[in-house]
């Protein structure tokens, strides 16, 4: 029999915890990297490839983590990441060497991706109970985390060293854990109460099935792959086309990422009001089709307070498509679809600053940054072509 009815509420609280705990966490870290380059003494390169552990780590994990999911439950999942995330981030500041300081990060992007795949799982299984669009004020929590982090650790860049300031981390992140986690342990997992069957049948039904629904999963990953592309190259290249395409300030410049994310917060904030009154397929080819008109304006106009306010609209284009994306997949899939999705879209995230760097040196910068657009695009098209086999709205 089943058990009784979680206190759905606080689950959802719990999960909220641990979205905004990941943002905060990872954006200190984030805004440590010169610091920590000066510290290692490397070079920009040498950098770049330390930097490559976060990529690994968590990319490898992802699809791990959905079978530890499935075996274990999503709940013990979360807190365990959760604690090696916190332990992690205090060791870059210990290395001395970019050989080392990337061995610290493959730990700690690991620690990253399993708790990503975890609690996106939770979520996607509490919407599925609640039977509201709700993912998106989870990825909200994590926007939010995000600039709390980017700016408290702006404020303390100049007083704390990197080794204190992320110890710190490592503190605050473990009593959130402490606390977060003793709530989301105590909560039954939310059960959806239709789960697909994937038993084979003899007449081999269900696995048709399940091979249409691994398509499908893939297709919600590359929709998270087109967008999150465009979060990468934002954040890597936004601020260097302000500068040096439109003679910014290094201020105005640094603004340009941080209209974008504001706005990708607001856009997450009103998402569940937007899903709700739109539905899935129609947010998610509203939202594309913003965030190609933004970056148009974004990347093309020869005004730096026109690119901003481009930046701007394709933040809130932007805000709620992967989360959509990975509840789909999630609700397709169970962990196995949010892992295959999140590592589709965290691939895209790893793809577009590189991809934007070729196309600058062959053609623009300006030009590259054409590309999140024709991916947002690509996106919109994708939705609207399986809008049909896709679940209901």
């Given at each position: 029999m089943p058990g009784p009815r979680p206190d759905l509420t606080r689950l959802r609280i719990a999960l909220t915890a641990f979205f905004a705990l990941d943002g905060f966490v990872f954006a200190g870290w984030v805004v440590r990297i010169p610091a920590i380059k000066e510290q290692t003494g490397a070079s920009a390169s040498a950098l770049g490839l330390a930097l490559l552990g976060v990529s690994a780590g968590a990319v490898v994990t992802m699809t791990l983590t959905g079978r530890l999911v499935r075996r274990y439950g999503s709940h013990p999942v979360t807190v365990v990441c959760a604690v090696l995330l916190c332990l992690s981030i205090a060791l870059p500041p210990l290395t001395r060497s970019a050989l080392a300081l990337g061995a610290v990060l493959l730990v700690f992007g690991s620690a990253y991706g399993g708790i990503n795949v975890a609690f996106n799982s939770a979520a996607v299984d509490l919407v599925a109970v609640l039977e509201r669009p709700i993912m998106p004020s989870f990825h909200a929590a994590f926007s939010l985390g995000g600039m709390v982090g980017a700016g408290l650790g702006g404020l303390v860049a100049g007083v704390l060293s990197p080794t204190r300031h992320l110890l710190a981390l490592t503190v605050t992140g473990l009593l959130v854990t402490l606390f977060a986690g003793r709530a989301l342990l105590r909560c039954e997992p939310a059960a959806p109460p239709d789960r697909t069957d994937r038993t084979p049948g003899k007449d081999g039904a269900p696995h048709r099935r399940d091979r249409r629904t691994r398509r499908l999963v893939i297709t919600f990953g590359l929709i998270a792959l087109c967008t999150a592309y465009g979060e990468g190259a934002m954040a890597d290249w936004g601020a260097l086309h302000l500068e040096q395409d439109l003679d910014a300030s290094?201020?105005?410049?640094?603004?340009?990422?941080?209209?974008?994310?504001?706005?990708?917060?607001?856009?997450?904030?009103?998402?569940?009001?937007?899903?709700?009154?739109?539905?899935?397929?129609?947010?998610?080819?509203?939202?594309?089709?913003?965030?190609?008109?933004?970056?148009?304006?974004?990347?093309?106009?020869?005004?730096?307070?026109?690119?901003?306010?481009?930046?701007?609209?394709?933040?809130?284009?932007?805000?709620?498509?992967f989360p959509v994306a990975v509840e789909r997949a999630g609700a397709l899939g169970g962990p196995s679809g949010v892992a295959t999705a999140s590592t589709l879209g965290y691939g895209g995230m790893l793809l577009g600053p590189p991809a934007i760097g070729f196309m600058a040196d062959w053609f623009s910068l300006s030009a590259a940054l054409v590309s999140v657009a024709a991916l947002a695009a690509v996106a919109v098209l994708v939705a609207v072509a399986t809008r049909r086999a896709a679940v209901p709205d």
């Open positions: 290094p201020g105005l410049a640094a603004a340009g990422y941080s209209c974008f994310a504001l706005a990708m917060t607001v856009g997450r904030l009103t998402g569940t009001t937007l899903l709700e009154r739109l539905g899935r397929t129609a947010t998610v080819v509203a939202g594309g089709t913003t965030a190609v008109a933004g970056m148009l304006i974004g990347s093309l106009a020869p005004s730096l307070w026109a690119a901003l306010f481009g930046f701007a609209i394709t933040g809130l284009g932007l805000a709620n498509i």
